[in-house]
């Protein structure tokens, strides 16, 4: 493969020493073996029963913490699971789905509890961020705030994280790509700003989730750079385009990672055609279980191959 010059330092020069550890595993990692990820605890049990192995990632989301979803009723065990997933050894994954501040349409089909789907809210990024004396802008501080709460109890338990915010932002189907790349950059940099100056939050490790220049919010805040993809059900190509698009984005210089996917790259091909996704998460439902985008025998040969790092083969952290 390509020989790469990449930098375990973290972007954050405040950063933890289990992030960077974390972090110091990865690049270490990068280009030989990809760990094996799964979104959503709840598969840990069937995916162990079915491999017999666990994925070395899981992938939690901070959804029912958005302040519009929990005065609203919702609640949400995805922290205290992060952190037993973390004392197990497993690495953690965070997504968030972050529900609109505020201005939910909620009517059918477009429901107070879809509000970070762009069609569910008329709440407007680009106007918040234009008058920072707004209650639009205030709401939107509120939300970052409440979710740093739940990151530091994350911090506290000594959890590194990768940490995925606005994810998938040029899709615009989400309300903070809605309006284009520049309000979406702005608002990544000022999460990055309050989370980390503000709040101290030093166990973050920033992964973006874009394939497209003009989205890119700059090398000084992502440590990692990503990509979703759901290719057709049983479709295991090494998603090469999408690899190479993420390498030019970065000139090579960031580890590169398969945040979310459907049907899993096979590791084989990925080695013939030289992909080296650092990790995969495969999404939950039907795409682990459907029998269609991952049969159970493809499944137990990704989770058995050479290429491909489970949970039991993760090091020996200093925080277990």
């Keep these: 493969m390509t020989v790469r010059e990449i930098s375990s330092v973290p972007v954050n020069e405040a950063a933890t020493p289990e992030a960077r550890e974390l972090m110091t595993f990865l690049v270490e990692r990068y280009g030989k073996r990809m760990l094996a990820g799964q979104q959503d605890y709840s598969n840990l049990n069937w995916i162990n029963e079915n491999t017999g192995r666990k994925p070395a990632v899981i992938g939690f989301d901070l959804m029912e913490y958005s302040p519009s979803r929990t005065e609203r009723g919702a609640v949400s065990q995805e922290i205290r699971d992060a952190i ?107 999460l990055d700003d309050r989370l980390v100056q503000e709040h101290q939050l030093h166990n973050l490790i920033w992964v973006w989730n874009s394939e497209k220049p003009e989205w890119y919010p700059g090398d000084d805040v992502v440590d990692i750079v990503s990509v979703d993809v759901y290719p057709e059900a049983g479709d295991h190509s090494p998603l090469a385009a999408r690899y190479t698009n993420l390498s030019e984005l970065v000139k090579d210089s960031k580890i590169i990672a398969l945040a979310e996917n459907g049907s899993i790259p096979d590791p084989k091909l990925m080695k013939e055609q030289d992909v080296h996704w650092s990790w995969f998460c495969t999404w939950t439902g039907g795409f682990l279980r459907d029998g269609t985008h991952n049969d159970v025998a493809f499944l137990k040969e990704v989770y058995n191959s050479k290429e491909v790092i489970t949970l039991d083969q993760l090091p020996k952290w200093s925080w277990l």
């Design 84 to 190: 037993a997933w973390h004392q197990q050894g497993g690495i953690v994954t965070l997504c968030w789905h972050w529900n609109a501040p505020t201005d939910l349409i909620d009517e059918p089909g477009k429901e107070w509890w879809r509000g970070f789907y762009t069609d569910a809210t008329n709440y407007d990024i680009a106007s918040a961020l234009a008058d920072t004396e707004s209650e639009a802008y205030r709401l939107l501080i509120r939300d970052i705030d409440a979710i740093a709460a739940h990151l530091q109890e994350l911090k506290d338990a000594g959890v590194p994280v990768l940490f995925r915010p606005l994810h998938e932002a040029e899709g615009g189907w989400f309300w903070w790509g809605a309006k284009g790349p520049e309000p979406a950059k702005q608002l990544y940099r000022l």
